[in-house]
């Protein structure tokens, strides 16, 4: 479902792709707002729910959580991707360290990757596919007991109702 914020996030893309943000500078966008929704991680020690933004489209996937400079522990951002491919994710203009949980069309983990630094532009993700990544706070995953093979549900994946 679009949302009428893409020309601003479509603007912002466009400036960062450009190069018109002065080197260094990670301040000079702001963070993108988007609507939550909770997203639950099935963990052996119980469900832990993150309210979570949701990045459905090309723009806001591409912003993501750059420009914060902090992450609540109970927040998180779901980047979803209409059809299962090579996702690969990077940490430009981002000022956190975030966990990456990549996810297959069923919303099992597939992938982890674990503390990604701020502003490290290395491409990270899984060798096979997936179709969605929750990005949580740097280091919640381990503390949470998050694993590969463990369940993630929202409607976007097909392990709940209303799809």
């Known amino acids: 479902m679009a949302r009428t914020r893409l020309p601003r996030a479509l603007a912002a893309v466009l400036?960062?792709?450009?190069?018109?943000?002065?080197a260094g500078c990670s301040q000079a966008a702001e963070p993108q707002a988007l609507p939550t929704e909770p997203v639950v991680v099935e963990t052996l020690d119980g469900p832990v729910t993150f309210t979570?933004?949701?990045a459905?489209?090309?723009g806001e996937r591409a912003i993501g959580l750059m420009y914060r400079d902090h992450l609540p522990r109970d927040r998180a951002m779901l980047f979803q991707y209409e059809r299962p491919s090579q996702i690969?994710?990077?940490m430009r203009n981002t000022l956190i360290p975030l966990d990456m949980l990549f996810m297959d069309r069923r919303g099992e983990i597939v992938h982890i990757e674990r503390q990604a630094q701020p502003h490290d532009e290395t491409p990270r993700g899984p060798?096979?596919?997936a179709v969605g990544v929750l990005e949580i706070g740097g280091g919640l995953a381990r503390e949470m007991g998050i694993e590969k093979g463990m369940t993630v549900r929202h409607p976007f994946f097909e392990n709940t109702q209303g799809r």
């Not at 400036?15 to 002065?22: D, E, F, I, N, Y």
């Open 127 to 129: 060798d096979g596919l």
């Open 56 to 58: 459905d489209d090309h």
């Open 88 to 90: 690969r994710m990077w």
């Open 15 to 22: 400036v960062v792709a450009a190069g018109l943000l002065p």
């Open 52 to 54: 979570t933004e949701i």
